[in-house]
């Protein structure tokens, strides 16, 4: 997914659904790529939503924080591995805390990368496996067992490849830059600290 991800208010996503459903209709072509990316992007923008409602105190902030929040590898081109990466960034962003450091998505991507080079040691493994099991990924092949089989016999070397892994894979752009807002989110007039005095009533929603 390449596109900036985009606030909908409830319903638009029906509609576009259906216009695009039209559309492939005519053309003939396969819908169920599009479906899927649709399904993504509401997945994404409720994600943002969930952490709003558990966040008031800085809902403006993550509003207008999903920039931050698009893939940084192609295999986030999946969801399932895509939503905790956004999950981890939004509980950040809702506490203040620095965006830049790798997510645990990342880091099982790098350690995957790793092992195809080498063989990884068994405290490295110990991280893939606390960092998958963080991220909420499937246990396949009994993943949280063995994750906590590493954790007793070496969770500190297992903390000190954490702490090295997420500084030296950080994503350095990944800082809210300056946000303007014209006092609407979702289409509806938001209170929100970004919003900037105009004369102008706004007259659209605000794109982020
Ligand atoms: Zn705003």
Known sequence: ????????????????????????????FDLEPVLAELAHIDA???AVRDAMARHPGTADRLFHATALLTPTHNVMRSPEFHLPHV????ERIGAGADT???????????????SAVAPLTSSAMGLYFRAWTNAG???????????????ALESNEIDN????????????TRVLGAITCD??????????RYATANDAAPTSRTER
């Open 1 to 28: 997914m390449t596109t900036t991800l985009q606030a909908h208010p409830p319903g638009d996503r029906a509609a576009d659904t259906g216009l695009i459903a039209v559309f492939a209709d005519l053309l003939g």
């Open 44 to 46: 994404v923008e409720q």
């Open 87 to 90: 999950r981890e960034l939004l």
């Open 100 to 114: 830049r450091p790798a997510t645990d998505v990342e880091i099982c991507i790098t350690m995957s990368k790793a």
């Open 137 to 151: 990924l499937p246990d396949v092949a009994n993943i949280a067992a063995t994750s906590r089989r590493h954790e």
């Open 161 to 172: 490849h954490e702490a090295a892994c997420r500084r030296h894979i950080r994503v350095p």
């Open 183 to 192: 006092g609407f989110h979702y289409g509806i007039a938001a209170d929100c």
